[in-house]
């Protein structure tokens, strides 16, 4: 079963706009993951926050996390067409992680 | 520096036919998973290994699922008596130790069609 839900389901913008995408899960956690996937294929590891962080950078990437409204948000600033890809957030359920169902973003050029 | 390797990368086979799905993982990698993965939906975890055994296989969805990692390296995914509903890109990831905080590598996934 899937633990997380991400919001859009899709996202479309210009590039050098921001995109801002929204994760909500159900249970506690230890840490939250978000991954990124070009073409329905393998997954990159884009950036881990754990749950006693609120926010965390890294290069365009900013990631949030509230944990008493188990929600996260991944922000990309001044988006390239090469960001369009799937964007997932994942969290740990023991020793493995569940997926949410993506959100899918298009950055026009 | 090879990632994970995943063959084949696509697999077409006919209803109740039996297949089986390779993974390479990272040299070292204690940690190794399977997820599935259907058409407009995220990762599903299946079964995870530390070295050669199955320390987790709660996501494996029936019987006809197994999964073996013989020498603590490579790992087999086989699916008997495969069913249409089997369809989907099955992906394999491993990690340093199997920590909660270590980053899973993706393999680029092997697409199963069932016909």
């Known amino acids: 079963s899937q633990q997380g839900e991400e919001d859009p389901q899709a996202l479309s913008i210009q590039e050098g706009e921001n995109a801002t995408m929204n994760c909500s899960y159900k249970t506690s956690i230890n840490n939250l993951q978000w991954y990124r996937q070009n073409s329905g294929r393998g997954l990159v590891h884009l950036i881990l926050?754990?749950?006693?962080?609120r926010e965390k950078h890294s290069g365009r990437l900013r990631v949030t996390l509230d944990t008493s409204k188990k929600s996260s948000s991944l922000l990309i600033t001044a988006s390239r067409a090469a960001d369009t890809a799937s964007y997932f957030c994942?969290?740990?359920?023991?020793?493995?992680?569940?997926f949410g169902a993506g959100t899918r973003l298009t950055v026009k050029p | 520096g090879a990632g994970v390797s995943q063959t084949p990368s696509n697999k077409v086979t006919e209803k109740g036919k039996y297949v089986e799905l390779r993974c390479d993982p990272i040299s070292g990698h204690t940690a190794l998973y399977w997820y599935r993965q259907s058409l407009g939906q995220g990762p599903e975890f299946l079964i995870y290994f530390q070295g050669t055994g199955a320390a987790d296989d709660s996501g494996l969805p029936n019987d006809r699922f197994f999964a073996v990692r013989p020498e603590g390296s490579v790992s087999t995914l086989k699916i008997q008596r495969t069913e249409r509903g089997d369809s989907a890109v099955y992906l394999c990831a491993s990690s340093l130790t199997g920590l909660r905080t270590d980053t899973q590598y993706f393999g680029p996934g092997t697409r199963l069609t069932v016909l």
């Open positions: 926050i754990r749950s006693n962080e």
């Open positions: 994942a969290t740990d359920v023991g020793n493995d992680m569940r």
